[in-house]
């Protein structure tokens, strides 16, 4: 069993879901080989396992879930020049990476007509474009198509392909490189459709099924939010530089007091307000922090920058004359 999966437009995002998806693979395997089992199933941190899956084809998946990840990887590029730098981007991962076929150029069609499952990596305003190539319409029909372009909707997908061809969005984000991701998908009721991407996706991270209404501000969030987050944590380590830290120290202690508080809400189960008072001693230092934080707005600033990057989020891959 095995299928081939095409990565079309592979920058920053494909490479990063390909490199969370390569990795599995391989700790998976290093894992089978050193405890003798077929799989694992540790490492799905998804909050919906794909448990409703019932076609035959699909209980296979269930039973051996490295099948559900595909075995053949296919990554697109326009130019040429981009084409060589990602071969050697995946021939740097070594493993499993030296086998990422890379094609620059024309290379859409002939991808998607070799692959079963299609993920849509490029701009929002080239989907169309690739979509629209000659050819593409007979080698997409039937197939599963995952589009992770902020603001392009089901409608305009379904609009750009054949009747026969699955369409469905996600939203990842990335840290998906180091596995690490948090990645939203549209609701889908084929059940191997569904396990495909859970498959997918959960091996870059979590993964969770939200309705299309939401997926601006999924894309405010988690797409953007490692950006907003990186702003927050140079801002604490310059703090410490500006109070004698050297640079490494303090962006080592920044990163980790992040994650650490991160996966206190995440595992622990911890509100931020809580987290937040557990810190603050009466009349200490924190609590000297955080009224000064406030005096900067900073809670308003964070949800506006949301609240902006959501209505943005909107509006790209739309006509200019529209958004
Ligand atoms: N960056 C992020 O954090 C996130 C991005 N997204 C979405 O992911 C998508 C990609 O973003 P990102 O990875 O940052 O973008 P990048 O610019 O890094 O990657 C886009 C890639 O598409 C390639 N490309 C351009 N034209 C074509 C074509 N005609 N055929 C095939 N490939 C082509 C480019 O190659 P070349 O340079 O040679 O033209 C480039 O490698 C966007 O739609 C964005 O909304 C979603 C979540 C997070
Ligand atoms: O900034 C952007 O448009 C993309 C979508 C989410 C993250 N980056």
Redo the contacts with the bound molecule.
Sequence with gaps: MGYTLAV???????IAILSGVLTSLETRSQQSNGSNSTSSTAENTSNEPPSGISTPTASQFLDAPDAALPSRFIA????E??GRKLKKVFGAMGGLGTGVEVR?GKG?VDAVRDADVVLI????Q?AK??LAEQGMSDAIDGKLVVS???GVTIAQLESWVPAGTKVVRA????PCKIREGMTVVTPLSDPLSRALILAIFTSCGRCRFLDEKHFDAC?AVA?SG?AFVALVLEAMADGGVMMGLPRAEALELAAQTMQGAARMALYAGLHPAQLKDSVTTPGGCTIAGLLTLEDGRVRSTMARAIQVATNHAAG?GQDPKKA
Excluded at 121 to 124: D, E, G, L, V
């Design positions: 079309l437009g592979c920058g920053t995002m494909g697109t590029v326009g130019r020049e981009t620059a859409n990596c490029s701009k929002p080239i474009l690739i992770i372009c902020a939203m990842p984000n990335t894309t797409g490692p790209l």
